[in-house]
């Protein structure tokens, strides 16, 4: 295996944060494929390696560690499977209209910031901001197959990003307004979603979040959903860029 099949550039990442990053294909390293992935690293000036590991290999966590590879996230998969029938779609929560996107922009400008981008302190914050506010954008145009949102009085508060994908069912992005926190619109979303995902014929659901969000832990685990996975999101940075 060549550095070529170690790892990948991004294009979207790199042209919308103005770097050049990449990603490790595999979530385990040894010192060898390392050693390519290095050289192929210098060879195409990659300011930002990702690299998301197997927690229970050791070798490859104490590798990444020695090579200035720095953990900024840890990943948590959750799963919900259909046991009878799926929970009903509340009334407080609709399909996006045309006249939501303003609203739901805002408020994925503020609704991320657990995310390991927040969190790396390389990238500047007002291009986090941007990037989910560009992430629901491109939802509501199609990179989702519905976005559902949570209203009101006739006004969008929260909202949630579904997709079919392997024949699984795929929450996405998730927000909910600061000023409507609390109202149990999470739950509503979470529910109206899983109808959604039936009424498609699909009886597994998956999500991720972050190990530090126990929020929306607490949310997903309250709704049925159980852990089904735990990964370590590194980040390793050309500090003399």
Known sequence: MDAGDRVRFLTWDSDFFNLRIARIQSDRLDAAGLA????????????????????????????????????????????????????????????????????????????????????????????????????????????ADVVLVADVGGQAVGYMTCSRENGEGIIGLVGVHPDYQGRALGKALVHSSLAWFAGQGLNRVSVVTQGRNIRAQRLYQRCGFLSRSVQLWFHWWNESR
């Open 36 to 143: 390519e992935i290095f050289a192929w690293r210098q060879a195409e000036a990659v300011d930002c390696l990702y690299f998301l590991a197997d927690p229970n290999h050791s070798e490859s966590l104490r590798l990444a560690e020695s090579h200035g590879f720095r953990l900024v996230d840890l990943r948590l998969t959750l799963e919900w499977r259909a046991e009878g029938q799926a929970p009903e779609m509340p009334p407080e929560v609709r399909l996006f209209q045309p006249q939501d996107r303003a609203a739901l922009r805002a408020i994925a400008r503020v609704s991320h910031t657990d995310s390991r981008f927040y969190f790396d302190g390389h990238f500047a914050p007002e291009d986090c901001d941007r990037l989910y506010d560009t992430w629901i954008d491109k939802s509501c145009d199609g990179y």
